[in-house]
Nanobody
């Protein structure tokens, strides 16, 4: 079972940049599809970005396309989310997740809080 720990979230101002990290342990993530999700207070968890095991397939939610970039370093067992041009509506708890192929997202971290002030 892969275990995921996110870090990097904090309070920032609108327009700032932030990089979140997700460090995996227990297994190599090289064969996993990795993703970032977020959940704002009173809202459902939503998909933000995903990256295939080979890093050649990346998907983004329309709300973050062009501002966020997902990347992975399989040798470091780490996935990143680079966030630029942050907006107050990006305020949420951000979660890292992992899955094999087209299966359900089976592993989740505890999340890291990102708060964007206007």
């Amino acid at each position: 079972q892969v275990r995921l720990v996110e870090s990097g979230g904090r309070l920032v101002q609108a327009g700032d940049s932030l990089r979140l990290s997700c460090v995996a342990s227990g297994r190599s993530i090289s064969s996993y599809v990795m993703g970032w999700f977020r959940q704002a207070p009173g809202k459902e968890r939503e998909f933000v970005a995903g990256i295939a095991w080979g890093a050649d397939g990346r998907r983004y939610a329309d709300s973050v396309k062009g501002r966020f970039t997902i990347s992975r370093d399989n040798s470091a067992n780490t996935v990143y989310l680079e966030m630029n041009g942050l907006k107050p509506e990006d305020t949420a708890r951000y979660f890292c997740a992992a899955k094999i192929g087209t299966s359900d997202w089976g592993a989740w971290g505890q999340g890291t809080q990102v708060t964007v002030s206007s």
